[in-house]
């Protein structure tokens, strides 16, 4: 019996030790948890909401509108990151905020994830070439593309939000939501 304990103890603890190995490579390099800790995301995101980031897809797809992003800010803001937000203008395009849409190239963008429309005039800019405009959902209490003066470089994005997981009653995959009108 001694012999097929120590059996039954050695293959449970290697058991455990692969366990962990693999939930630690798997926060480093693929999928990580995050708590949404201020408001500029509202309605989409609340304040504690806890989001799954999917670490990887950067590596193998470029950003694409209507993407929540996790990224460290540009180091002309001086803040500490990380920082949620949603992809709006992509490298090349023109961003521009009047009468309470936001333009992409001249067409205004469907949002109907927003609690209400932006009440600032902002542009038009040109998104430089390896920079994305992104933008929170809650447009007038967001510190953003539009207040920075700076670009946020795509090397910098963490990875994309994709589901929230906490608390459980509002468990959801995030909808991208982001169309031309």
Same mark, same amino acid.
């Given at each position: 019996? #001694? /012999? !097929?304990?120590?059996?039954?103890?050695?293959?449970?603890?290697?058991? *455990?030790?692969?366990?962990? &190995? =693999?939930?630690?490579?798997?926060?480093?390099?693929?999928?990580? #948890? /995050? !708590?949404?800790?201020?408001?500029?995301?509202?309605?989409?995101?609340? *304040?504690?909401?806890?989001? &799954? =980031?999917?670490?990887?897809?950067?590596?193998?797809?470029?950003?694409? /509108?209507?993407?929540?992003?996790?990224?460290?800010?540009?180091?002309?803001?001086?803040?500490?990151?990380?920082?949620?937000?949603?992809?709006?203008?992509?490298?090349?395009?023109?961003?521009?905020?009047?009468?309470?849409?936001?333009?992409?190239?001249?067409?205004?963008?469907?949002?109907?994830?927003?609690?209400?429309?932006?009440?600032?005039?902002?542009?038009?800019?040109?998104?430089?070439?390896?920079?994305?405009?992104?933008?929170?959902?809650?447009?007038?209490?967001?510190?953003?593309?539009?207040?920075?003066?700076?670009?946020?470089?795509?090397?910098?994005?963490?990875?994309?939000?994709?589901?929230?997981?906490?608390?459980?009653?509002?468990?959801?995959?995030?909808?991208?939501?982001?169309?031309?009108?």
């Amino acid at each position: 019996m #001694g /012999r !097929e304990l120590r059996g039954i103890v050695r293959e449970f603890v290697s058991i *455990i030790i692969i366990s962990f &190995l =693999l939930a630690m490579v798997l926060r480093a390099f693929v999928i990580e #948890g /995050r !708590e949404i800790p201020s408001g500029s995301m509202i309605p989409t995101l609340q *304040i504690g909401d806890k989001v &799954l =980031l999917n670490k990887f897809i950067y590596h193998f797809k470029k950003p694409v /509108r209507g993407d929540i992003v996790v990224f460290t800010p540009p180091e002309e803001l001086g803040q500490e990151g990380p920082f949620i937000k949603r992809v709006i203008g992509l490298p090349g395009e023109t961003v521009e905020v009047r009468d309470g849409k936001v333009f992409i190239n001249g067409v205004a963008l469907k949002e109907p994830y927003l609690a209400e429309p932006p009440m600032y005039d902002y542009g038009p800019v040109v998104v430089p070439e390896g920079c994305l405009f992104v933008m929170g959902d809650n447009r007038n209490s967001s510190f953003d593309s539009h207040r920075w003066n700076a670009w946020l470089r795509e090397d910098h994005l963490m990875g994309k939000a994709f589901m929230i997981y906490w608390p459980p009653s509002r468990i959801m995959l995030l909808p991208r939501g982001v169309s031309a009108e």
